[in-house]
Structures are given as structure tokens and as C-alpha cells.
């Protein structure tokens, strides 16, 4: 089990971008990784994971495709989401999360979040 802690969400114009991250305090090596989000009145949802350190992220919501990444440095105990051409859409606080890779190749969450970093779209 690690503690997870998100940071560099702020306030954005449209088409502008961010980079969050994620510090673990342990090793995030053995775990596939997540980004979630969960914007006011909406479930929270997946937007992305990495597997493994050895392997490439993985987009999961269409609408981001192409414009955020999901990645690691595990060295650092870190995760990041880098995001471009942010829309207001995009809007939310975004959560970090650990977990696993399911037999039929999907994430499946652990019980082990970050505290959510808030991210705002506006001109």
C-alpha cells in the first residue's frame, strides 16, 4: 500500500495546458496506475492508466485522446498527466489511484487514492 498525493492542477484558459502529478510514498512499481476525474454532479471516471513501468499509457475516454499522456517515473515514486488544448469540458478534480491490470486487460482500482487536484477551464 501506498500514500498517494496529487499536485499542479489550477485555473487554465482553453487550449492551454497542465501537468499534474502524482507522489507515492513507495515504490509504484508493482502496480498499474490511474488518473481519474470527477467533475461536479458526475461519477468519477477513468481517464488513463499505465500498466507497468515497462509498458505505455493507456487513454480511456475519448474525448482526451490525443491530448493528454499518461506517464511514470518510477525513480521517483511519480505519475503525471500531462494535458493539452485543455477544454472547459475537462474541468474537475482529477485523482490519482493505484491499481491493477484485470484478467480481461482492464484497469481495476485499488482502495488507494490521492486527496484530488482541482483543474478549471476558463477564459
Known amino acids: 500500500q501506498v500514500q498517494l498525493v496529487e499536485s499542479g492542477g489550477g485555473l487554465v484558459q482553453p487550449g492551454g495546458s497542465l501537468r499534474l502529478s502524482c507522489a507515492a510514498s513507495g515504490m509504484i512499481s508493482i502496480y498499474a496506475m490511474g488518473w481519474y476525474r470527477q467533475a461536479p454532479g458526475k461519477e468519477r471516471v477513468l481517464v488513463a492508466y499505465n500498466p507497468s513501468q515497462t509498458r505505455g499509457g493507456v487513454i480511456q475516454i475519448d474525448s482526451v485522446k490525443g491530448r493528454f499522456t499518461i506517464s511514470r517515473d518510477s525513480a521517483k515514486n511519480t505519475v503525471y498527466l500531462h494535458m493539452d488544448n485543455l477544454k472547459p469540458e475537462d474541468a474537475a478534480v482529477y485523482y490519482c489511484?493505484?491499481?491493477?491490470?484485470?484478467?480481461?486487460?482492464?484497469?481495476?482500482?485499488?482502495?488507494?487514492w490521492g486527496q484530488g487536484t482541482q483543474v478549471t477551464v476558463s477564459s
Open positions: 489511484n493505484a491499481g491493477r491490470i484485470d484478467v480481461d486487460g482492464t484497469y481495476k482500482p485499488f482502495d488507494m
